[in-house]
Nanobody
């Protein structure tokens, strides 16, 4: 069974930094493509960044150059380092993967960027 648990959200001022993490359970983590999504109030959930099982990385244009996604296969962890945060980055951040034809989501962690 795949379970994803996010942590590390919080309140940060504009221009600040914050890291969020995703802990996974499951036997085949190293081969999973891990994705971060976010959902702001009243908006659709949007793609943020992805790290493939093979290590390739992609980012949404809105976060490119500010966010860094990484993973630790031994710890079954996925990370999202966020720098130069903007108020528009305020959202619930979700960890996602797909395995055996099924979608798996974490419960989300709130990131609020405000002065």
């Amino acid at each position: 069974q795949v379970q994803l648990v996010e942590s590390g959200g919080g309140l940060v001022q504009p221009g600040g930094s914050l890291n969020v993490s995703c802990a996974a359970s499951g036997a085949y983590f190293s081969r999973w493509d891990m994705v971060w999504y976010r959902q702001a109030p009243g908006k659709e959930r949007e793609y943020v960044a992805q790290i493939f099982g093979g290590g390739n990385i992609e980012y949404a244009d809105s976060v490119k150059g500010r966010f860094t996604i990484s993973r630790d296969n031994a710890k079954k962890m996925t990370y999202l380092q966020m720098k130069n945060l903007k108020p528009e980055d305020t959202a619930v951040y979700y960890c996602y993967t797909r395995e055996w034809g099924r979608d798996f989501w974490g419960q989300g962690t709130q990131v609020t960027v405000s002065s």
